[in-house]
Nanobody, 114 residues
């Protein structure tokens, strides 16, 4: 089972940008699903963006037009470019990858100040 490690979180002002990275310990080329999730304090974990098994992308309505998911198969890395950040985007962001079983990272904290 592949291991994944997120990075790139931090403190940013509203309107700013961050790029999150998720490095996998093995090839991501054949992953069925890869995505970013987030969990804000007191809330359930929710899908932010994902590549589906068919290769298409899926975004939460709240981030459409602001966030972009991308992948670099050569580097075995998944990215999440986050622009026009809002305080409501504050959360721990998790990467998940699934071929047969789902691998989760430990998360990276994104804090957006107003």
């Amino acid at each position: 089972q592949v291991q994944v490690v997120e990075s790139g979180g931090g403190l940013v002002q509203a309107g700013g940008s961050l790029r999150l990275s998720c490095a996998a310990s093995g090839s991501i080329f054949s992953m069925n699903v890869m995505g970013w999730y987030r969990q804000a304090p007191g809330k359930q974990r929710e899908l932010v963006a994902a590549f589906t098994s068919g290769g298409s992308t899926n975004y939460a309505d709240s981030v459409k037009g602001r966030f972009t998911i991308s992948r670099d198969n050569a580097k075995n890395t998944l990215y999440l470019q986050m622009n026009s950040l809002k305080p409501d985007d504050t959360a721990v962001y998790y990467c998940a990858m699934k071929k047969y079983d789902t691998s989760w990272g430990k998360g990276t904290l994104v804090t957006v100040s107003s």
